[in-house]
Every structure is written in C-alpha cells, then in structure tokens.
C-alpha cells in the first residue's frame, strides 16, 4: 500500500525495554511519548529498532540505529543529526533514517543523564 505502521523497540545491551505505540499507515511516524530509564554504568549499546507491524504474519524489521559508548566519549557535548538505519537481516533492503538529539547532561543525585530524543524518522 506504500506506507508502513511503524512502532520502535529500544534495547540497551540487546534487552528489550522500551516498545512504543504502533502509528498506522505512514513513513513518516510521530509518537510524541517519553521514556526515562535508567542506564547501569556498565552499560554499551542503546538500540532503536524500528519495526512494522503486521496482522497476518511476523512483524518486519525495517531497520535500527545504535547509540554505543563510544559514541558518547567522541561527543561529549551530545550529538544531533541524522543517522541512516542500518540493516538487521542481511537478505533485506534497508531504507530509512532518524534524525537524533543525544545529550549527556550533568549530574543529578551523582548521576549522570543520558536524553536521547527522536526528532523524526523518515
């Protein structure tokens, strides 16, 4: 039908977390919700993968971005722009980016915050 019904699952280290709404019948989604979870200072990755939601079959992976460690010491003062989708299952096209606002902000009660803000996604 040339749209998706898109939905995010965020993942810290490979564990599911974080799973949104499911916006119907666009590529160009918008959720508008907040999540504030805490990050074990261990941690190494932050995923977003964005999925489509399927009735009649196994739900498809359209892409993911990844948010690593090493990212955050390379950007100390945060990062905004956007990030291409990068391929789950190497047999499929992968189409799509996020455009992403990563701040690391000052401690509160001796720790340190990690916002991540989607922008859009496209």
């Avoid at 749209?3 to 959720?31: G, H, M, N, Q």
């Avoid at 945060?78 to 990068?86: E, I, Q, R």
Wanted: charged fraction near 25%.
């Amino acid at each position: 039908t040339g749209s998706s019904d898109p939905y995010c699952i965020v993942k810290i280290d490979d564990e599911a977390i974080i799973r949104t709404a499911t916006v119907w019948k666009t590529l160009s989604p918008f959720w508008g919700e907040e999540y504030e979870v805490h990050l074990q200072p261990t941690f190494h990755s932050v995923s977003i993968y964005v999925m489509d939601e399927d009735a009649l079959s196994r739900d498809d992976v359209i892409g993911k971005v990844c948010i690593t460690r090493d990212m955050l010491v390379e950007h100390p003062k945060g990062y905004s722009g956007w990030m291409s989708l990068s391929e789950v299952d190497p047999d499929e096209e992968v189409q799509g980016e996020i455009h992403l606002r990563v701040e690391v902000q000052g401690n509160q009660g001796g720790r340190r915050l990690l916002c991540c803000t989607v922008l859009e996604a496209r």
